[in-house]
């Protein structure tokens, strides 16, 4: 097929535009082009109103895979993702993305000679829960009277009010121009300021009243990108692995067999979190990211372990570290001790 027929890849993530979650998808994207050929391209970038409706895209074909947010800094894991996971039949993390998170507090532009309202003026901002906690301090310090209004993401309170009476959008509307977010008239929404991310604020033409609101700084939010079961990236030495482990039983001392199958091979966990499992009150499954790839023996060994104490395992998939980070191995964990190991007993059994 020529380059002039040949249809753009098509690849997912949670929206609208000018999420952080966008950022990861184009910076992966970029790092996948200048791996190699496999990754080069014409792609487009389709937005999806949750995480449930991105990896639904991804089981259907739709788009070859889909970015979405797992884990942050400060908040820790996004239940919807790690939930979505859980259950997420026929789908593989392949790659994983850190976007430093920075913040503004921002509101629709004025016209010109117009200082607009001030910013102790603001009782109402529109943000994304999680957003919403990493600015609690500032908003505390700054807008204590201010009430939270929750919106799905933070581009999507930035184009509340973009397109809202006040915004740029609406305002091109109501005199006669399209604009670039043209079409019906746009309703006020119910706060007077946003929170969003500078590239959010800039796309929409907000006016920043306030900036690098985050409590944390230098808080990171992790991304994966998630795809159809196939083949597996090939191990680095540099690889996290990530998993569902539903126990047999709630009996004491069940969490401990299952973290003695990797403790005793050498294997590190990054993160563990129980999530309901939707079966009923005090029903929990472990999500989990550790070191190594399931090709590693001590990997691979901890997986026939957990196979053989839990009810259920589900694996999510093994993929580079995005910080590219070595793994260190312990002494008697390396790949060459465990085949040692099978070839000395091999011996015993007189095989």
């Known amino acids: 097929m020529s380059d002039t027929l040949r249809k753009p890849v098509r690849y997912g993530f949670l929206g609208p535009a000018g999420t952080f979650t966008e950022t990861a998808l184009r910076e992966r994207l970029s790092a996948m082009a200048a791996s190699g050929p496999d990754g080069v391209g014409e792609e487009e970038l389709v937005p999806f109103g949750s ?118 959008a609406g305002r091109a509307r109501s005199s006669g121009d399209s604009g670039p977010a043209g079409g019906g008239a746009g309703e006020a929404p119910a706060y007077q300021a946003c929170v969003c991310s500078p590239a959010a604020a800039r796309d929409h033409r907000l006016r920043v009243l306030a900036e690098g609101i985050e409590d944390n700084r230098g808080a990171v939010t992790r991304f994966v990108l998630v795809a159809r079961r196939g083949r597996l990236p090939e191990p680095t030495g540099a690889d996290k692995t990530t998993l569902v482990l539903h126990q047999r039983e709630d009996r004491p001392g069940g969490l401990l067999d299952l973290l003695e199958q990797f403790a005793t091979r050498g294997i590190n966990l990054s993160r563990i979190e129980s999530r309901p499992t939707g079966e009923g009150l005090g029903s929990y499954c472990f999500s989990i990211d550790c070191e190594g790839h399931v090709a590693d023996e001590r990997l691979g060994e901890a997986l026939t372990g957990l196979h053989r104490v839990c009810r259920h395992v589900v694996f999510l998939g093994s993929y580079p570290r995005a910080d590219a980070r070595p793994i260190p191995v312990r002494a008697g964990t390396a790949d060459d001790d465990f085949v040692a190991a099978r070839y000395w007993l091999r011996s015993l059994r007189g095989g």
């Open 51 to 168: 995480v449930e409706v991105a990896l639904d895209a991804v089981r259907a074909g739709d788009v070859r895979a889909a970015m979405v947010p797992i884990e942050n800094s400060v908040e820790g894991g996004v239940s919807a993702t790690l939930d979505a996971l859980a259950r997420a039949d026929q789908l593989l993390i392949i790659a994983e993305q850190l976007v430093p998170i920075s913040f503004v507090l921002a509101a629709p532009p004025t016209p010109p000679g117009d200082p607009g309202m001030p910013v102790t003026h603001v009782r109402a901002v529109g943000t994304h829960p999680h957003a919403w906690a990493q600015v609690r301090g500032w908003m505390a310090a700054n807008l204590p009277e201010a009430e939270h209004i929750r919106v799905s993401s933070t581009a999507a309170a930035a184009e509340a009010l973009a397109t809202g009476p006040a915004g740029p």
